[in-house]
């Protein structure tokens, strides 16, 4: 890496981060792949006009054909335009969870970075959520909230926010350390100005890689929860749900579950690229983790 | 040696606690009431609440807080509500099957990990290093559970090589045991080998072009000396950190994957329990997760000083 010998404009750096992005070729690829899924979501009920719920008994298990492109279910509902609907579903449960998660995970890892005597309190906290399995912490809280979507994103919020506070405390733990930040404090910035002037920026790099896999973990894990029964509850199409249906059908129909489980790879798989071109670009040291 | 060990231990007894009171909180935030689903829903009122004072219900919140902890402290960890058995014995019945799980699981993943990530560090750009990169992609954009039910149609239904669920002791023969369990295990070291390589293949990068590698390699010792003894022994760290890692996250995992194999262990145990609100075994069950995380963390500090000295001088 080469340092800069000057600081551009700021104007100028957004516009070479950019350029830099579209270099990069995971980057591309995964952006590519979220912008298509997430334009068949938006345009769901103009790509297909059949209802997702609708049942249709004479049109049973139709293996994959030209009038059904990915078959149809036990009730006779095109599996494609349930996916469609799913993916909607998908995408804004992710897109809450790394929202709230980012948001008050960020909060807690600025407090805890700069109020040093609340540090070890809010990390044990921390440390003790992070000691249940994600996916386990989640079922609990969704399974105490019922079957909802909204307790989805609850339960995952509350689930990922740990690991979104340690990579927040971490990075403001070395940006508080430098000159302009005690330059600041000598200028007699209060607290809450050097948190939010100072030190947030300056975090924002990693905040966001950590909440583009926030957003993938998100997704797999609604499809976990929607598959054990904890997500929103049919006949709402989720990932999920759908391949929890076409489970007992896995063999003669393998279709069903065969669809949904391709566009949660394939959303995942997006989100996980952009978020390692993102990476790179925007904080190159942050390492990879579980 | 001693002292870190000691060290670690006394920094995680904080957090154990702190496990303990928000496994209690997070239980008993749970709308529903156990007294009715034990009493039955046509049970009488008085029946209710003679339950209720059974349990300890009619207490105040944090009297049953203290209650419990107290009960902790001499190792009781209350009755099933509805297993009619002892939190204790239920857990104890089912850890050899997740237990069994995660050790098959990690026998993979530790070998096949170390293995593709030394040698893609060593054959950068080759297609060990590409597939491996793949893989590690893979493992964190594919659904467990889908790739689980997918294997089974493949290799137990159509092929009908493997039984598809269920679980067979290790008393009646080893490789009934293995047999029952080689499928799941492969599907959840499958998510982990990748972030393994990943993990051991940039230790090793960081190793193998230092001086003392190159000065190993010119006194005459063989390449494979060389890379082993004294590069990778130098990579070790990263590699335990992440297998610490990877063994919570085989255990977390293996929740679903229970469910998807019906096999009757822990993760089955306490997916069972929060669906029909049996307080005391999932309270029991997500403190023995939550001191099992805190524990390997423990053993991974200790494996630090066995495996780097220079851990122990500090």
Sequence with gaps: ?????????????????????????????????????????????????VDPTAMRIRFRFRPPSGAFLAGTDMFGRDVMTRVLY????SLWIGLAVAFLSGFFGGIIGLVAAQFRRLDSVLMRVMDALMAFPAILLAIGIGATLGPHADSVIIAL?????????????????????????????????????????????????????????????????????????IGAPPPTPSWGNIIAEGRDYAVEAWWIMLF?????????????LLGDGLRDVLDPRLQVEG | MFRPVLGSLVRAVPVILVVAVLTFFL???LPGDPAVVIAGPDAPVEAVERIRAQLGLDRSIAEQLFIWLGQLAHGNFGTSLVLNQSVVSAV?????????????????????????????????????????????????????????????ILFSVVLGWLPSSGYVPLSEGFWPWLA?????????????????????????????????????RSKG??????????????????????????????????????????????????????????????????????????????????????????????
Excluded at chain 1, 197 to 211: E, F, K, T
């Design chain 2, 180 to 216: 029952a369990l080689i499928q799941p295990a492969v599907i959840l070291a499958l998510f982990q080998i990748g972030f393994l390589a990943r993990t051991t293949r940039s230790a090793m990068l960081e190793v193998l072009g230092q001086d003392f590698v190159r000065t190993a």
């Design chain 1, 157 to 229: 919020s509350i689930a990922y926010m740990p690991r979104t506070a340690r990579v927040v405390r971490a990075t403001a733990l070395v940006v508080r350390e430098l000159d302009y930040v005690q330059a600041a404090r000598a200028c007699g910035a209060g607290n809450f100005r050097i948190i939010v002037r100072h030190i947030l920026p300056n975090c924002m790099g990693s905040l966001q890689v950590q909440l583009t896999f926030v957003f993938a973990y998100a997704i797999l894990a609604e499809a976990a929860l929607s598959f054990l029964g």
């Design chain 2, 221 to 314: 010792l063989t390449e494979w000396l060389a890379v082993m003894k004294h590069a990778f022994r130098n990579a070790l760290i990263p590699v335990v950190t992440a297998m610490g890692i990877i063994l919570s996250l085989l255990i977390g995992g293996s929740v679903i994957i229970e469910q998807v194999f019906a096999l009757p262990g822990i993760g089955r145990l306490v997916v069972q329990g929060i669906l029909v609100r049996d307080y005391p075994l999932v309270q029991g069950c997500l403190l023995l997760f939550g001191c099992t995380f805190v524990i390997i963390n423990v053993l991974i500090d200790l494996l630090y000083t066995v495996v780097d000295p220079r851990v122990r001088n500090d």
């Design chain 2, 27 to 29: 239980m008993h935030l």
């Design chain 2, 92 to 152: 104890i019945e089912r850890l050899p099957v997740t237990l069994s799980l995660s050790m098959i699981a990690m026998a993979i993943v530790v070998p096949v990990g170390v293995a593709c990530g030394v040698t893609a560090a060593y054959f950068r750009g080759s297609l060990v290093d590409q597939g491996m990169m793949l893989l590690a992609l893979l493992g964190v954009s594919v659904p467990s559970f889908w790739l689980a039910i997918l294997s089974v």
């Design chain 1, 260 to 272: 949904p489980g391709l566009a949660i790879s394939l959303a995942a798989l997006g989100m996980n």
């Design chain 1, 86 to 89: 799913g993916a909607r579903l």
């Design chain 1, 1 to 49: 890496m080469t340092d800069a010998p000057a600081h551009p404009p700021v104007s100028r750096r957004w516009v070479q981060t950019l350029r830099k992005l579209l270099r990069h070729k995971s980057f591309l690829i995964g952006a590519t792949l979220v912008g298509l899924i997430t334009l068949a979501a938006l345009a769901a009920p103009l790509l297909t006009h």
